[in-house]
């Protein structure tokens, strides 16, 4: 590979996350301030920035920022932008990875969001997209997908059309194939049931041409921009009762078992020396089984 490619791609990549992270962070909080509701009576919400490093990282950027809120909207949502400086794969996980049982070194930066609301009657999201690049291979992934609590297909199916104009604009087939792998991905098994409204997710996308992958990534992230914020100011001024919360937090319960048994990111983080409270961030706050 060429290295000074390499490093232009690394530094783009890494201020489109960071570029990304703080275009959300300022339309989320504008919704706080917009917000007229059953919690009104308390403050908006505001995100807290929390620059972390890496254990024996080699440069004090070696890490990331996780930026938590807890409002009257989002009940809890957490953003993190992160890059791997000088990762290292085990020896378990270099196997699967092309040229790391010669170089286990690798570089990856990443933004990555859940967002867990107060509503019961507005859906839980995700969003995460990544670049990651080892000794012999460079590559993108990531997806998004919509969580609520109770099925509304309107909600689902804006959702799903903002993806698939994003989709659409990069590659004929990227919507259906992606919506499948997303379907695929975010299920449970031992429930028999999907995790929510889906989505789509892709990973290890390298088509031989860098910028087209950058783009779509980019895509991505913003067609979310567009459409999730949009369901939230139609859904967050309706009314619910305790029953509705009850549901909601059961339904909770489904979110962290998918991410504690078989979310790859996780799994990835903790096999990876990542920072604990940045894996587990995703974790809702609060949560119950029947």
């Not at 698939?164 to 087939?173: I, P, S, T, Y």
């Not at 567009?226 to 305790?242: A, L, N, S």
């Not at 048994?261 to 119950?288: H, W």
Request: aromatic content about 12%; overall charge neutral; glycine content about 8%.
């Amino acid at each position: 590979m060429n290295t000074t490619v390499n490093e232009e791609h690394k530094t783009r990549a890494r201020a489109w996350f960071q570029e990304l992270r703080d275009r959300i962070i300022a339309e989320f909080e504008k919704i706080e301030d917009e917000y007229s509701g059953q919690l009104s009576h308390l403050p908006p919400g505001r995100f807290e920035r929390k620059p972390w490093t890496r254990p024996g990282g080699l440069r004090a950027d070696d890490g990331g920022v996780i930026s938590v809120m807890k409002g009257r909207v989002f009940e809890k949502i957490a953003v993190m932008t992160s890059t791997n400086l000088n990762g290292t794969f085990s020896p378990e996980m270099a196997k699967t990875i092309k040229g790391a049982d010669k170089d286990p070194h690798f570089w990856s930066s990443s933004i990555s969001l859940v967002a867990h609301m107060q509503n019961p009657h507005v859906p839980a999201v995700h969003i995460n997209t990544r670049h990651f690049m080892a000794a012999e291979t460079a590559w993108f992934g990531g997806g998004t997908d919509l969580t609520p609590m109770f099925l509304n297909d309107e909600d689902a199916r804006a959702f799903h059309a903002a993806l698939k104009r994003a989709c659409d604009a990069h590659g004929a087939d990227y919507y259906a194939r992606y919506k499948k792998w997303c379907d695929e991905y975010f299920y449970l098994p031992h429930r028999g049931e999907p995790r929510g409204a889906g989505g789509i997710f892709y990973d290890h996308m390298d088509t031989g041409d860098w910028e087209a992958d950058f783009a779509f990534t980019r895509a991505v992230g913003l067609a979310f921009l567009e459409v999730y914020p949009h369901i939230v100011r139609k859904r967050m001024g309706q009314p619910w009762t305790e029953a509705e919360r009850e549901h909601q937090l059961v339904r909770r319960g489904r979110y962290v078992e998918f991410n504690l048994l078989y979310d790859r990111g996780t799994q990835f983080g903790l096999k990876t020396g990542g920072n604990v409270e940045a894996i587990l961030m995703s974790m809702p706050p609060e949560a119950r089984w029947p």
